[in-house]
């Protein structure tokens, strides 16, 4: 089986590459940077407006094409995730169709879901989370996918795996909190009381997807390990004890710090981790897949890889692996927001 997978190099990308390798499967990968050298690469950013005929030659006698692509929380001089995530999906499928690609399975996420105070499964409306750029964009991705014949769509929760420990240092911390604080029993986390999150392993969810090509399923499926984590567990793995903080304060002490560029979490993403639903995976568990890392160790290994700033090639490279400089302070926004906005723009 010959697979193209765009976005190869994120956090899912690097974990499917590895499994469909094991599996016996010829991968391509698709990404903005690629390895130097590397024949089984193709260097495309997919919002381009040329992006469509480069596309087209790469999933040329493809089996399938595994669409995850998405700018998740890219830097304020990187190209509108809009333009990414929305643009760039419009090319891929359009790509596939041309090149004659009979099955396409396209990452789209629980924050597509239109929140929900009861586990719910496919059948759920996708009408985003207000307030979350990137659950609004995921919403509208599903709605391009309506109708698709050959598509299946897979919705993960949060995916974690020791790769991508750097990432969360960029994402979350930088530059203000030193990652080797994280983990630490003396580390207070100041977290609402009513927060409840599924994780899902990178190999878990890389498992589902190639479970999903080898079936040749359809439609859409929830991936999310088990069982869904509380604040005060959430709080014993990234720190030592919870700090209960009403949600209303920390979004509200999240506002400023993002805009003056103190940390790079926008306020959405607190959003969206308050409102996001959560999933029941009966429909993928019924092609036989089930969850290799329980949800509690697989957050816990990411926190460890965190601490410690390990990170793999590209989005996920370590720690000072950045061009041009190394040091944290080079992601201090120094009074302007360090990402772009993940307000609820449209």
């Not at 009861?118 to 659950?135: L, Q």
């Not at 816990?300 to 190394?326: D, I, Y």
């Amino acid at each position: 089986m010959r697979v193209v997978v765009t976005g190869a190099s994120g956090n899912v990308g690097t974990a499917l590459r590895r499994v469909l390798a094991d599996a016996g499967a010829t991968v391509v990968g698709v990404a903005r940077r690629v390895p130097p050298n590397s024949p089984d690469w193709v260097s495309c950013d997919i919002g381009a407006p040329a992006a469509e005929v480069t596309l087209s030659r790469a999933f040329a006698g493809a089996d399938a094409v595994v669409h995850l692509a998405w700018a998740i929380q890219p830097p304020s001089g990187e190209p509108d995730m809009r333009r990414t995530n929305l643009t760039g999906s419009a090319h891929v499928l359009r790509a596939a169709e041309r090149a004659g690609v009979r099955h396409v399975v396209v990452a789209s996420s629980v924050a597509a879901y239109t929140p929900s105070s009861v586990p719910v499964d496919e059948g759920w409306p996708c009408g985003g989370v207000p307030g979350s750029a990137y659950s609004r964009q995921k919403a509208e991705l599903e709605r391009m996918l309506v109708g698709r014949p050959g598509v299946a769509v897979v919705r993960p929760c949060a995916v974690v795996q020791p790769d991508a420990g750097a990432e969360l240092d960029r994402w979350v911390l930088k530059p203000l909190v030193p990652p080797s604080v994280v983990g630490r029993p003396w580390l207070p986390v100041p977290l609402w009381p009513g927060l409840r999150a599924q994780v899902v392993h990178a190999e878990d969810v890389a498992r589902a997807i190639a479970l999903i090509l080898e079936r040749r399923a359809e439609g859409a499926f929830n991936v999310a390990g088990d069982p869904p984590l509380t604040a005060r567990e959430l709080a014993s793995v990234f720190g030592g004890f919870l700090v209960p903080v009403p949600f209303a304060l920390v979004r509200a002490v999240a506002w400023p710090t993002w805009r003056l560029g103190l940390q790079p979490a926008h306020p959405g993403w607190l959003r969206l981790a308050d409102k996001a639903a959560l999933m029941d995976t009966g429909r993928l568990r019924a092609l036989g897949w089930a969850p290799a890392h329980p949800a509690r160790e697989a957050l816990r290994e990411f926190v460890s890889a965190v601490a410690e700033g390990r990170g793999t090639w590209g989005p996920l490279a370590p720690r000072g692996s950045e061009p041009g400089g190394s040091g944290r302070w080079r992601g201090f926004g120094f009074g302007r927001p360090v990402h772009q906005s993940q307000g609820d723009v449209r």
